[in-house]
């Protein structure tokens, strides 16, 4: 090895420690210095949203409602509504209704019955989701995403409520089945993010922006159950309910 390679090889040996040294240094500098500061947040994180409250207990009591009677929901529905399904995917209305009967077992059995409806003559039979008895009990007859026939010209986007009694009156001076109708209104109503606005009676059917009827001989139909002197009431009643638990 002549001189000139002996004196590279040793100028690059000796920038090598110094490249060693200086990073040394600088590496036991940084374990003496506190580390930066984390930059503040310019939003705070939003604040978790409390849960809805739960479903108030409800007995499963389905009413037969096979392929069949589906069918019978999807041909009304096209022919009154110009909708090809029976099924309903989001409600926008929760109705009230009084069964005019004495018993819970007398309903379940009518809708259970899946002939022609005594008032129209039509398929499928008349139904409601829920029936609330005399003593506060709540049945589910039929899944939340099925049509029922309940209230001409809303049946495609309504949840229905049928309450056993023969008047608004007796059913609002109920305290247990009152209670039961309104903690069940809230449950589906902030559920289905239903505004208090659309919990309505069926005397109220007419007036309601969902309303729509392609059978001429049926527009107009309506039934005198909770009227909307009643259902201010039962609005004002379940706008004080809250839809989630307070913290």
């Known amino acids: 090895m002549n001189r000139h390679w002996r004196a590279a090889v040793g100028t690059v040996l000796l920038l090598g420690c110094v490249v060693v040294v200086v990073a040394a240094a600088a590496?036991?500098?940084?374990?003496?210095?506190?580390?930066?500061?984390?930059?503040p947040r310019l939003f705070p994180a939003p604040a978790a949203k409390p849960r809805l409250l739960p479903a108030p207990y409800i007995v499963q009591s389905p009413?037969?409602?096979?392929?069949?009677?589906?069918?019978?929901?999807r041909q009304y529905a096209l022919a009154n509504y110009g909708i090809d399904t029976w099924r309903m995917p989001?409600?926008?209305?929760?109705?009230?209704?009084?069964?005019?009967?004495?018993?819970?077992?007398?309903v379940w059995n009518t809708f259970a019955q899946d002939v022609p409806d005594v008032e129209y003559h039509l398929l499928p039979q008349v139904c409601a989701h829920f029936v609330i008895t005399t003593h506060g009990t709540i049945h589910q007859l039929v899944p939340l995403d099925i049509m029922c026939r309940q209230v001409v010209g809303l049946d495609y986007t309504s949840i229905g409520i049928e309450n056993v009694g023969f008047s608004d009156q007796q059913v609002m001076g109920d305290a247990r089945q009152y209670h039961a109708a309104l903690t069940l209104t809230r449950w589906l109503?902030?559920?289905?993010?239903?505004?208090?606005?659309?919990?309505?009676?069926?005397?109220?059917?007419l007036q309601s922006p969902y309303y729509r009827e392609r059978i001429a001989s049926l527009r107009g139909q309506t039934h005198s159950d909770f009227d909307h002197h009643d259902m201010d009431i039962v609005r004002a009643a379940v706008r004080r309910l809250p839809c989630r638990a307070s913290r």
């Open 189 to 205: 109503r902030c559920r289905f993010d239903i505004p208090v606005k659309n919990v309505i009676g069926h005397n109220e059917s």
């Open 90 to 106: 989001h409600p926008h209305l929760i109705i009230w209704h009084y069964t005019d009967s004495a018993t819970y077992s007398s």
């Open 63 to 73: 009413i037969p409602f096979p392929q069949a009677r589906k069918n019978q929901m």
């Open 27 to 39: 590496a036991t500098a940084d374990r003496g210095r506190p580390a930066p500061a984390a930059k």
